[in-house]
Every structure is written in C-alpha cells, then in structure tokens.
C-alpha cells in the first residue's frame, strides 16, 4: 500500500495529493540523463526515441511505486495514456487556467483518470509555479474552456513553489491547474515529467499523435505490461472528433430510443 487511508481520502475530496522526495538520488541522476539526451538530440535536430525506449524514463512508467499508488485510486487493469518529460528554463512560459481529462466530448467524470506531476529538481518559486484549484475535479468543462482566465489568481487556488527534489505530485486529471511563469532558473533548470493513466472499464480518447498505436507497441516490448498498454483501451481521438463534430444538434439525440 502506496498512500495511506487518510491520503487517499484527501486526494478524492481536493483532487490533488502532494508526495515530496518521491524519488531517490540515483533513480532522479538516471531520469535527468535521459532528459538531457533529449535535448541533445532536439537541438542536434536527431531522431528522438518514444521516451519508452529510454533507459530510466521507460521504466518511470511502471514505476512500483507509481503503479501501486495509481491502483489504489483507479483499482486493477487501468491503462497508460502517455507521458511528457522536458527541461524548463529561464523564460520558461506558463500554462493557461486548464484540465487534462480526456472525453470527446466533455459530459461526465464516470471513470477516473489520473496525471502524476515529477518534479526531479523541486520547485523553488523559479520559473514557474504549480497552481491547483482544489475539488473542480468534477466539474464538467472542456479542456481548454479556461484559456481566458490566463494564470492570473483565483480564489481558493493552492499555489505549490517550494517541493524537494524528486518530489510527485498526483492530480485528477479534471482538476482545474496552471504553471504560473515566474522569473528566475538561471542556477536551477527544472527537470519536470507527468504520466497520465486511466480506470479501466471505458474506451479513453487515444494519446493526440498519429503514432499512438507504435507507442504502446514499443512500450509492450520493452517494458512489458500487456494489459496497462493494450490498444484496446483506446479509441483514435482524431477519428472520433472527425465523426462528432460533423454531428448537427444535440449528441444525445444519437442514444435516445426512436419516438
């Protein structure tokens, strides 16, 4: 067991739980060389592997304790959605007011998904800041319905600035957050990743790259897991944004029974 009854409860009631010093040093040294091959490889303009096929940012995925944790809040047979790793700097910009929750299109929250937020270097105030709005997780709002709100304050928000390194944050991926851009970073380049997994028991919205399916493919191989990366969690969200936006009227008129 990963998190305790008393967490638990607070992540399912304000949609966020912080876990500092998540990591341990050699596993936060393996995880920063893997990002720093990345960017090597971006400004050499070079082929980037899928971050699967890395040797420490692969194995991030299934993570003991991350999958132990994640099982906890979802149950068994939840699948992996994706995972982003990048290094911010200096001038880093921020994130407008979002949620990451994947639906097509946004009309309940069934079943739970989940975004875990590594912070390799901590949070110290530079660059950018996290900021949450504790229990929206269950308001039911496009992703990007916020934008105009821009990271300026809003009431009850928690602002998260000061995290050791190696330290986690996990999210309802309906919470409603920002990355406030701050100055500063100049001696301290933020070393930042967040994995996204899914309940079982839906098809999910597919990762937003046409090579969704090789990604799962190449994770399956080197990492095993066949359930947590089986396709058919999935559906390809390009398709099904296609069919539903060429849809007139009211997407419910599609399930009602004939009158």
Same mark, same amino acid.
């Not at 638990?8 to 596993?27: R, V």
């Given at each position: 067991?990963m998190?305790?009854?008393?967490?638990?409860? $607070?992540?399912?009631?304000?949609?966020?739980?912080?876990?500092? /010093?998540?990591?341990?040093?050699?596993?936060?040294?393996?995880? #920063?060389?893997?990002?720093?091959?990345i %960017?090597? @490889?971006?400004?050499? #303009?070079?082929?980037?592997?899928?971050?699967? %096929?890395?040797?420490?940012?692969?194995?991030?995925?299934?993570? *003991? #304790?991350?999958?132990?944790?994640?099982?906890?809040?979802? &149950?068994? +047979?939840?699948?992996?959605?994706?995972? =982003?790793?990048?290094?911010?700097?200096?001038?880093?910009?921020?994130?407008?007011?979002?949620?990451?929750?994947?639906?097509?299109?946004?009309?309940?929250? /069934?079943?739970?998904?989940?975004?875990?937020?590594?912070?390799?270097?901590?949070?110290? &105030?530079?660059?950018?800041? @996290?900021?949450?709005?504790?229990?929206t997780? !269950?308001?039911?709002?496009? !992703? &990007?319905?916020?934008? =105009?709100? +821009?990271?300026?304050?809003?009431?009850?928000?928690?602002?998260?600035d000061? @995290?050791?390194?190696? /330290?986690a944050?996990?999210v309802?991926?309906?919470?409603?957050? $920002?990355?406030?851009?701050? *100055? +500063?970073?100049?001696?301290?380049?933020?070393?930042?990743?967040?994995?996204?997994?899914?309940?079982?028991?839906?098809?999910?919205?597919?990762?937003?790259?046409?090579?969704?399916r090789?990604?799962?493919?190449? $994770?399956?191989? !080197?990492? +095993? =897991?066949?359930t @947590?990366?089986?396709?058919?969690?999935f559906?390809?969200?390009?398709?099904?944004?296609?069919?539903?936006?060429?849809?007139?009227?009211?997407?419910?008129?599609?399930?009602?029974?004939?009158?």
């Amino acid at each position: 067991m990963m998190l305790t009854d008393d967490q638990l409860a $607070a992540f399912h009631d304000q949609g966020f739980l912080i876990l500092p /010093s998540f990591f341990n040093d050699d596993e936060m040294a393996g995880y #920063k060389a893997d990002m720093d091959q990345i %960017q090597a @490889l971006r400004e050499a #303009k070079e082929p980037v592997p899928y971050l699967c %096929q890395l040797p420490h940012l692969g194995p991030l995925i299934v993570h *003991p #304790k991350t999958l132990a944790m994640v099982e906890q809040v979802m &149950g068994p +047979g939840f699948a992996f959605h994706h995972l =982003h790793a990048s290094r911010q700097g200096p001038g880093t910009p921020g994130a407008n007011w979002h949620q990451d929750y994947e639906q097509e299109p946004q009309v309940n929250r /069934s079943h739970i998904m989940v975004h875990v937020f590594y912070y390799f270097n901590g949070l110290n &105030g530079e660059v950018g800041d @996290l900021v949450v709005l504790p229990r929206t997780q !269950n308001t039911v709002i496009a !992703n &990007g319905a916020l934008g =105009h709100l +821009g990271q300026q304050v809003l009431p009850g928000e928690v602002v998260v600035d000061d @995290l050791p390194p190696g /330290s986690a944050v996990l999210v309802y991926s309906a919470l409603w957050h $920002a990355r406030r851009a701050k *100055p +500063g970073g100049e001696d301290r380049v933020r070393y930042f990743a967040d994995a996204s997994y899914c309940q079982a028991g839906v098809k999910w919205p597919s990762y937003h790259n046409a090579q969704w399916r090789e990604i799962l493919a190449a $994770a399956r191989e !080197n990492l +095993g =897991h066949e359930t @947590l990366f089986a396709d058919d969690h999935f559906f390809d969200v390009r398709a099904g944004k296609a069919a539903w936006r060429e849809r007139q009227g009211s997407l419910v008129l599609d399930i009602l029974p004939t009158v």
